[in-house]
């Protein structure tokens, strides 16, 4: 019988979405979901050691996040805003984008930025409403090197900046401490692992615990909420991801503990490319690959690649709702109930909710 799209909403006071960052990573809330006794803890997140143990290993997406968010002029001076998305393959200098005002810039538009560093032409339409914009800057400079000095960070629609004052802090606070910076393949940051400090992450391997690297390129889509009356219907969004081979061993040779992802983007990845590689005999030889996870996971869907998973809270009708409410009880749609409990007792207590907000832990 299909899910009704209903079963996943609920109401939230929008004083609990977190509009700024705690005011250390780690002092972020945790609330523990230990599923085989049903029991809940509330601690904080500088306490998940207490949770780990040696032998465990957390996988986690070390996309960065590109401060995607440029401003610009058309030439009789109106303001347009261009979003990078992503760099369209073998192209160079050609971006798929989101520009605003889109009904006023057709095929052949220009737009420039005011001081110069770049001007923009859209050379091609989408039928999704991007745009695919060729840019040229002085000297040849990469758009994404002019994104770093000039763009904004590309918050989620529910965090509200009237100015650009509060850019340095979401430049550092909206990426994770482990991302590299080298892949700023990113439009919305893996937000579960923002709540890790160097400090933990040392502690944790000190305690033996082990890590593994995804890259996720988390797209927009990921904020895109279900419309559609029943969750079945509705068509999700692909991102690409790549895993490494160590990565890919670690998923298929026998660990001594438990593969804990670091978010619903981890799990999204990893589930996706086991699903797609089915049996493997030896994975020694693998080689790191980039893939398209087009995997929509919702209750009652099984799990072959992760244990446990760390993530923050989650909007309302939103497919990442429907992953967390599947791994709360897997191979069955009991979740579906239980996470609308575990979010009623955390609005209660006055949890910070999304991106900026507070984390759980599910054993």
């Known amino acids: 019988m299909p899910l009704a799209t209903d079963l ?27 599923r085989a006794t049903r029991h809940i803890e509330h601690t904080v997140f500088a306490e998940l050691p207490r949770f780990l143990r040696a032998g465990d290993t957390l996988f986690r997406n070390n996309a960065a996040v590109l401060p995607a968010r440029l401003s610009a002029q058309r030439p009789t001076g109106g303001a347009v805003e261009c979003f990078l998305l992503q760099p369209m393959a073998g192209t160079g200098d050609v971006w798929l984008c989101l520009v605003k005002p889109g009904k006023k810039l057709p095929v052949g538009a220009t ?13 091609a339409r989408e039928a999704d409403g991007s745009a695919q914009v060729r840019f040229t800057t002085p000297g040849g400079e990469p758009i994404t090197a002019v994104a770093n000095r000039l763009g904004e960070v590309p918050l989620p629609p529910y965090i509200v900046r009237a100015d650009s004052t509060q850019r340095a802090t979401d430049l550092e606070r909206y990426q994770t401490v482990y991302a590299d910076r080298t892949r700023q393949v990113a439009v919305a940051a893996p937000t579960a692992g923002l709540h890790f400090t160097p400090e933990l992450l040392a ?11 995804v890259t996720l390129h988390v797209g927009l889509g990921t904020f895109k ?12 969004h692909q991102e690409g991801y790549e895993l490494p081979a160590a990565t890919q061993r670690a998923l ?3 660990l001594a503990g438990r593969r804990i992802a670091v978010g619903t983007t981890t799990v999204r990845s990893i589930e996706d490319f086991l699903a797609k590689q089915g049996k493997v005999s030896s994975p020694d030889g693998a080689q790191g690959q980039i893939a398209k996870a087009g995997l929509f996971i919702y209750p009652p869907r099984e799990f072959h690649g992760v244990d446990a998973l760390i993530t923050n809270f989650h909007q309302p009708r ?5 992953l967390v409410a599947a791994f709360l009880t897997p191979g069955s749609t009991d979740g579906i109930g239980w996470i609308k409990e575990i979010y009623a007792d955390a609005i209660a207590r006055e949890y910070r909710f999304f991106s900026y907000g507070d984390a759980m832990l599910i054993l």
């Open 318 to 322: 939103s497919t990442l709702l429907c």
């Open 8 to 34: 996943f909403d609920y109401a939230l006071p929008p004083r609990l979405i977190a509009q700024t960052p705690a005011a250390r990573r780690d002092q972020s809330r945790l609330l523990v979901v230990h």
């Open 225 to 236: 909420p279900i419309s559609t009356a029943t969750v079945e219907a509705h068509a999700i």
């Open 203 to 213: 502690g944790l391997a000190a305690q033996g615990v082990g890590t593994a690297e």
């Open 252 to 254: 298929f040779l026998p």
């Open 111 to 123: 737009f420039a930025h005011p001081g110069g560093s770049f001007t923009g032409e859209i050379v």
